[in-house]
């Protein structure tokens, strides 16, 4: 139990890195667990994107891309900061089960089951924190994202208006070098 409760303790530090590493620390690496998500979301959403028979279908799913993935991120700090006290609190608790249930109760700080004892308390309020810190520090970078995505939209709404839509590179050469207007229909599809 004692193996069990230090490897839920990397865990918590693991957990707490990803968020900083995502949230706090402008422009640095994504770490491992971001990667491994962000391919999974990415995986989910071209395998339903590639069922779509028109551009602006799959581009209307596509958009919410990033919208899954912060949730993704979330739920994923969410349980890890679960699994990693329910790891902690195992040895006070002596049931794995019980400890879920304690841990479950602080990230989330409900508060209906602790376990009494000062390692115990110490644990809940940690995991309490940590819950409500991810869940703030994510809702404070929700403007960030917001105006990013925004200026992003305002780009592609130029480019559809110079290149068309969907937008295609060699209509988009044809109307910015030589200043003349493409006839879609004449084109060859690809």
Known sequence: RVIVAVLGGVLVLL???????????PRARPGGVNRVVDRAVD????ALAHRRDNYEDRDNLLSGQAAAFLVAMLATWLLGFIVAFALLLWPWTHDLGGAFRQSISSVFTLGFDSTRGGGPTLLDG????CGLV?????????????SAF??????VALLI??????PWGPELLAR???????RTDDLPEF
């Open 126 to 129: 940690l995991a309490a924190a």
């Open 43 to 46: 995986g989910l959403f071209h």
């Open 161 to 166: 208006a110079r290149a068309g839509s969907p």
């Open 134 to 146: 991810v869940v703030a520090v994510q809702i404070a970078y929700l403007p960030t994202l917001y």
């Open 15 to 25: 957990t707490a890195l990803s968020v900083v590493r995502m949230l706090v620390i």
């Open 176 to 182: 910015t070098r030589y200043g003349m207007q493409v």
């Open 150 to 155: 925004n200026r992003r939209e305002t780009e």
